[in-house]
Structures are given as structure tokens and as C-alpha cells.
């Protein structure tokens, strides 16, 4: 049976750092600063901004297709030439740049600020996949869960920091207040760029570069190598059946991700100083459950851990959903009178806990189901399926939200979870590991396992 060796903790700590570097970007542009100034300011198509609302999901959709498309290439070409840092590293740069370009953005310069978005956001998403790459060569299976979730807690405390001082240092989203929040660009660039440097110093390419075949480029061979990855799926069934759940769940915490603040401040109406205490209660909550069910994952298995969060996320869609019937029955049953954007900060504690949890889980048990040598292709069809569900996810919601408001489109994420947890139920772990262990290339002799 084929055994990793688990990395130099330096290497692991430099991998993770991507993680703790890059959510500057989600949450200051995509959560919780940008998207309202977007929808709000930029647009500013009020009351209820279902414009704004349709133009920005629009421009994540464009921009998580454009990875649908060149992920599964990307990969395959980085699995041939072992040039994955290369690809990490242009990724990173055009992150840092499009994003500090968002300062020159004025209010009603929509256009250019949907091009920004889709180019920094595809930029961001396609890394997102470059780095997950390097995950199965940071040691055996038994320690990717507690490896990816170091990362993803990582990544929830490198949100909360820049977070932090962003939002002390720009204050609220305002028309009024445009000339300091418009900073929120060079900010989280200036961030991305500092903390990700560990990533390139200590993680190390593994595996052997393989000469291309006569009168072939990389194109053409990362295209011929999907191909046959993509025929060879029928095999790694287990996978499939993985692949097709993380899709629905992508779609629903895309969703969350894009709309959640957007969520609180149309239809729960919070006030400014609520809106930074939600940000901070989901960062630490989503750091505490992804280092949490990471350990747990080492206990009881990859699988079992990534079906408890999807339960986990039910219960926080509809604690968000039904927020204005838990603050009726919290007067009527415990005699408080809490306002609805407190209570709400419930739906908070819960989605935070599965937000790390479950996208660790799954990326961890992607990596357990990875035979070697083929890393960087299959996590670009896991990056593919989480970037093609963000597509259908945003746009199912931007497009419901325009006929229905909302409130009522939010419902769209139950099903989407409900979808989720279906799916994974035929996968077994243990038979997609030994899949994975007993795969060989067609140039190589197969994997003898010891009996």
C-alpha cells in the first residue's frame, strides 16, 4: 500500500498560510464590505436593491464559470509539468492586483466594477483550487482532515484579523462614507500579498517533471491527460458520488457567502455595530469547527464528519429563514424580547460552525479518494464542481430573489443541502481509499499491497 510521510511542519504551516492569506479577499470583497457597497452604493437601486442584487451575482457566476472551464486543464497540465507553484503564484499575483484596482471604482461605475470582480475573483477561486493540490503530499490520509482543517482555521483567523482592522479603520457602508470604504480593495491586497509569502518560501513541488510528447504543447497534453482522467472517473465512483454532493453543498454556502450581509442588512435590517459582532461570532465559530471536526475527522472518519456538518447547515438555513418566528418565540416561550437581528446572530453561531467544517471535511476526503500522481487533476474536478455550483447556486438565488425577494429565496439553500446530504450516502471511504492506493498509470506497473 502505497504511504505518504508527513511534511516538515514548516511545509505544513506555509500551506496553510494560503488559507489564513486569502480570506482577506472573501469576506472584505466578496462578504462583508464590498458586496453591500456594490449593491447599495454602486448600483444603489434602493429599497429593495433586487438590481444590485441580480448584477452581482452575476458577476461571481461569470467569474466561477470562467474557473469551471480552465480548472480541470489547469490541472492536468500542472500534474504533467510539476509547475504547480508557478500557477499558485500567477494566480496570487492577479489576485493582488485587480483587487487593489477596486479603489478607483466610483458609484455608478457599474461595469468596470463587474469586470474587476469577475477578473479578481477568478483570479482567487482558480487558487483556491492551485493550493488544495498540494494537500495529498503533506502526508498520509489518516492526517489530511486535521492538515486541511488547520488550514481552513487558519484561514477564519487571518479573516477575523483583516477583518477587524478593516472594518475599524473604514467604517460603515455608506454613499456617505465612500471616500474611506472605497479602501477595502488596497487593504485586502496589501494583506493577500504579505501573508501568502510563507506559502512560496516553504512549500516545496513534489513529484518528477515529465518531458512533453513530440510535436504536443502543454495545451494539448493538459487536454489529453482530462480526457482521460475524466474516462477513468468510472472507476473512482466513490468520488463521483462525492463530487456531485460537494456541488450542492458549494452551491448553497456560495450563496451564504455571497448574501449573507447583503441578507442582514435588506431583510433583517441590522445595525452597524450587529453587523461587525456577526462577523466576528461566524470567523470564531468557523475557526472552532474547522479545527474541531478536523480532529474529529482523524476519529471517525472523513465521511461521517462531512455528513454531520451538512446537518449542521440545515439547521442554520433554517434558524436564518425562519429568524423572525424565533424572535415571536422567544417573547412567547422565555419572556425576552429580543430584536430579530440578535436572534439572528444564532443563525450566525450555527452557520459558522459548518462553514469550516464542511468545506475541510470535503477537500480532506477529496484527498483521501486522490490516487498519486493525479493531485492536481482531481482537485481541479473538485474545484470545477464547487466553481460550476457556485454558478448555479448564485444565479438560482439571484434570479429567485428577483421574482420573490430575498427572504423567500433563502429557502433555495434547504433543498440545496438536503441535496447534499442524499448524495454522499452511497460513498464508502474505505473502498475509494483502496481505489485510489491500487490506481496506476497505464505506463507503470500496478500497485502490489502488501496482504
Known sequence: MV???????????????????????????????????????????????????????????????????????????????????????????ATVVTTALLWFIEPGWIVPAMILIVLSNFSYAIGEAFIASFLPGLGPKRD??????????????????????????LGEVSAENYERVRLVGPFAAVFFLLTAIPTFAFVRERGRRRTLPEHQGLLKTGFKRILGTAGNLQHFSDLRNLLVSIFFMMAGIYIIISFSFIYGSQVIGW??????????????????????????????????????????????????????????????????????????????????????????????????????????EFFGFWGTASKLAAVFGILGLGLLQALFGLATAIVFCLLLFALAIVSVLPVDEQRGSRIADGWHRPDQKPVTRNP
Not at 489530511?144 to 479603520?169: D, N
Not at 474547522?290 to 480532529?295: C, D, P, Q, V
Not at 424572535?327 to 424580547?337: D, H, I, M, N, P
Request: charged share 10%; hydrophobic share 55%.
Open 144 to 169: 489530511l482532515g486535521w492538515i486541511s482543517g488547520l488550514g481552513w482555521g487558519l484561514g477564519y483567523i487571518g479573516g477575523l484579523v483583516s477583518t477587524i482592522f478593516a472594518l475599524a479603520f
Open 3 to 93: 504511504s505518504r510521510k508527513r511534511a516538515p511542519a514548516r511545509e505544513i504551516f506555509g500551506w496553510a498560510m494560503f488559507d489564513f492569506a486569502n480570506q482577506a479577499y472573501t469576506l472584505l470583497i466578496i462578504t462583508v464590505v464590498f458586496g453591500d457597497l456594490f449593491t447599495r452604493v454602486i448600483v444603489g437601486d434602493g429599497p429593495d436593491y433586487r438590481l444590485g442584487n441580480l448584477l452581482w451575482s452575476l458577476a461571481l457566476a461569470i467569474s466561477y464559470l470562467m474557473v469551471v472551464v480552465a480548472n480541470p486543464v489547469c490541472g492536468a497540465i500542472m500534474d504533467h509539468s510539476r509547475l504547480r507553484k508557478r500557477f499558485l503564484f500567477a494566480s496570487y499575483l
Open 271 to 376: 445595525d452597524e455595530d450587529v453587523r461587525v459582532l456577526m462577523f466576528v461570532t461566524v470567523q470564531i465559530t468557523a475557526a472552532v469547527g474547522a479545527l474541531t471536526f478536523g480532529f474529529i475527522q482523524s476519529r471517525i472518519g472523513a465521511r461521517r464528519t462531512y455528513l454531520i456538518t451538512l446537518w449542521l447547515w440545515l439547521a442554520a438555513i433554517l434558524a436564518i429563514w425562519q429568524t423572525p418566528l424565533l424572535t415571536r418565540l422567544a417573547a412567547s416561550l422565555l419572556g425576552v424580547e429580543w430584536q430579530a437581528q440578535y436572534v439572528f446572530l444564532f443563525a450566525g453561531v450555527l452557520s459558522g460552525l459548518s462553514l469550516g467544517s464542511s468545506q475541510s471535511a470535503g477537500r480532506a476526503l477529496v484527498g483521501i479518494l486522490t490516487p498519486n500522481g493525479k493531485a492536481a
